[in-house]
Nanobody
Framework: VQLQACGGGLVQAGGSLRLSCTAS????????MGWYRQAPGKQRELVAT???????NYADSVKGRFTISRDNAKNTVYLQMNSLKPEDTAVYYCKADFRFDSNIYWGQGTLVTVSS
């Protein structure tokens, strides 16, 4: 399974970006998909996840600013990021796990840089 993440870039504080993660497998078969991020010198952390039943979960630091969604027809999960802050600067990774598959899949990462 391949996860292709894109949408990162450079944005000023207060701006918006939308990340996309497209899977090479039907995402109707997921247990969950989500976004994680890793800032320089820090551990990778959860940003947001969405389950097969469309339940969502967010890190406290992004609640109210970020929204995760999915388009099953496109096998794609999105992360809409609004009101970006410099502390949101990180490499963002897409992650997926599927039913009847014990593997965890990661995308290649996309860099988000928020300038102050």
């Amino acid at each position: 399974v391949q996860l292709q993440a894109c949408g990162g870039g450079l944005v000023q504080a207060g701006g918006s970006l939308r990340l996309s993660c497209t899977a090479s497998r039907d995402i109707l078969r997921i247990n969950s998909m989500g976004w994680y991020r890793q800032a320089p010198g820090k551990q990778r952390e959860l940003v947001a996840t969405i389950t097969s039943g469309f339940s969502t979960n967010y890190a406290d630091s992004v609640k109210g600013r970020f929204t995760i969604s999915r388009d099953n027809a496109k096998n794609t999960v999105y992360l809409q990021m609004n009101s970006l802050k410099p502390e949101d600067t990180a490499v963002y990774y897409c992650k997926a796990d599927f039913r009847f598959d014990s593997n965890i899949y990661w995308g290649q990462g996309t860099l988000v840089t928020v300038s102050s």
